[in-house]
């Protein structure tokens, strides 16, 4: 187990753990430390072993050689659980998921796709239920402890997973067996699309941008062309399904030039028809009046006068709405906070670490994932990692520059996509043909943004572009200024 390989992953929580630490601290203090000898106790007797660097507060990230070994842990701490006299008012209900695969190793943690897989299990489970696997449920099924049962529960899609999984439910003597629908992607009420690559990294900015959707109703992610700004706004949105009662709903304004149709764009989103006699925007707005619901309005930087009018109104006649859009730059309205999208992590050029180290940098690792998608074969060696990291660095942590770079191992090497990123803008093209045409190339992503500036903003970029490395303000305003 220790250098890594096949393991069966047990990840848990408290259900509704924030709540009763804000209303019971002291309680809950000794509650989650009774929670944590109950689950060490467990888990030891059946030869896991918990991860302290995974704990979250209130949850446990355990390890098992053995399927059947977690699933025996699982329903022993299930049962010590509903068993223990629990503190007056807090009522401790821990959801639990197993999932077995392949992982690596690193500075005693483990890391990649089927750790993904187990926290996203974990996510759609309740309180006082545990779920697995399919993977687990094979390694399982034939030697199953005694007295536990499992049932088929379907297919489910998982947040930010491309292959839904067949998930199955755990009974067992002296555990409850009845509960609400699992909280999927198939059952929560929402149009996001389904992804169709991974999202790598952004463990960071998820976290800032969760925190931030508590204390405002508008949050304005920033940033240039191909920063990631969609991506980010669809993975927050997709860990926030179960927060909303009414749902979580994107809206796609890319398409659009209009700006008299947001309104329509966004009721066609919700599935709110026209009615006759009424204008759309009083229909929409009737609808929302009550509703729990999270906006998640995409590409609004062509579109920002009509998008702003829209945000500002909904935010005064519909109090449980909350809006998460996508520009360029923000709204520019009352209630409104910003968050600039980071490029991602990169490693520096001058001291490259080795290929298995380079990986932990997000930019990176993008790139390994997305060329072996293209090229199958391909790896990071010592002959490639430096050129690796220092296109990483060039292309400035972009991610969609990045996935266009990587696209060209088919043909090339990492050095030789590295020699020619001076012509930049002929060698990064050829991404998906179903993109928006502006996201195909670099040089069309550049000129969507220039596009849309004015000409007084045209003219000042271009000024600005004498700089090499950034600039002060006294600096530009004495190269770029002038009497108009």
Not at 188 to 196: E, H, S
Request: hydrophobic share 40%.
């Amino acid at each position: 187990m220790s250098n890594g390989g096949t393991i069966t992953f047990l990840f848990t929580d408290v259900e509704g753990s924030t709540k009763l630490w804000e209303e019971h601290p002291d309680a809950m203090r000794q509650a989650v430390m009774r929670h944590d000898e109950l689950a060490q106790e467990f888990v030891s007797r059946h030869h896991g072993r918990i991860l302290k660097s995974k704990l979250e507060g209130d949850s446990i990230f355990a390890i098992f050689p053995v399927a059947t070994d977690a699933i025996a842990a699982a329903v022993e701490i299930q049962r010590a659980i509903a068993n223990e006299p629990w503190p007056e008012d807090i009522a401790i209900r821990v959801r639990m998921a197993l999932h077995t695969g392949d992982a690596q190793l690193r500075d005693e943690d483990y890391y990649g796709p089927s750790v993904n897989r187990c926290a996203r299990l974990r996510a759609i489970a309740h309180g006082g239920q545990i779920i697995i696997s399919l993977a687990t449920e094979e390694l399982a099924r034939d030697n199953l402890p005694e007295g536990v049962s499992l049932d088929d529960m379907g297919m489910h899609r998982l947040r930010d997973l491309t292959r839904p999984e067949q998930v199955f439910q755990v009974f067992a003597d002296g555990l409850r067996v009845d509960f609400p629908p699992l909280k999927s992607l198939d059952v929560l009420p929402n149009n996001l699309p389904q992804q169709v690559t991974s999202f790598i990294g952004r463990e960071k900015e998820i976290a800032e941008v969760k925190q931030l959707l508590n204390t405002t109703r508008l949050l304005t992610l920033t940033g240039s062309g191909g920063a990631g700004k969609t991506r980010l706004s669809l993975q927050v949105a997709a860990d926030l399904l179960d927060r909303y009662e009414d749902g979580v709903w994107f809206v796609e304004l890319a398409p659009l030039s209009d700006p008299g149709l947001v309104h329509q764009a966004i009721a066609s989103a919700l599935g709110v028809r026209e009615e006759a006699g009424r204008a759309i925007s009083q229909t929409l707005t009737e609808h929302l009046k009550g509703k729990e619901v999270l906006l998640v309005i995409d590409n609004c930087e062509h579109l920002l006068h009509a998008v702003a009018q829209v945000c500002e109104h909904l935010l005064r006649t519909c109090p449980h709405v909350r809006f998460l859009t996508s520009s360029r730059e923000g709204l520019n309205i009352m209630g409104e906070t910003t968050y600039r999208v980071p490029s991602l992590s990169m490693p520096d050029p001058k001291k490259v670490p080795s290929p298995e180290r380079l990986s932990e940098y997000e930019s990176v690792r993008l790139f390994i994932e997305r060329a072996q998608a293209a090229q199958p074969g391909f790896e990071v060696t010592t002959q490639n990692s430096a050129a690796l990291a220092q296109l990483c660095v060039r292309l400035d942590g972009i991610p969609l520059a990045i996935e266009l770079a990587a696209a060209r191992v088919r043909a090339l090497s990492v050095d030789q996509i590295n020699e020619r990123l001076d012509d930049r803008f002929r060698l990064l093209t050829g991404g998906s043909r179903t993109a928006l045409p502006r996201q195909q190339t670099l040089r069309a992503l550049i000129d969507w943004s220039y596009d849309l500036l004015t000409p007084q903003e045209q003219t000042l970029l271009r000024r600005l572009s004498v700089f090499a490395g950034g600039w002060t303000l006294e600096a530009a305003e004495a190269v770029c200024a002038d009497p108009d």
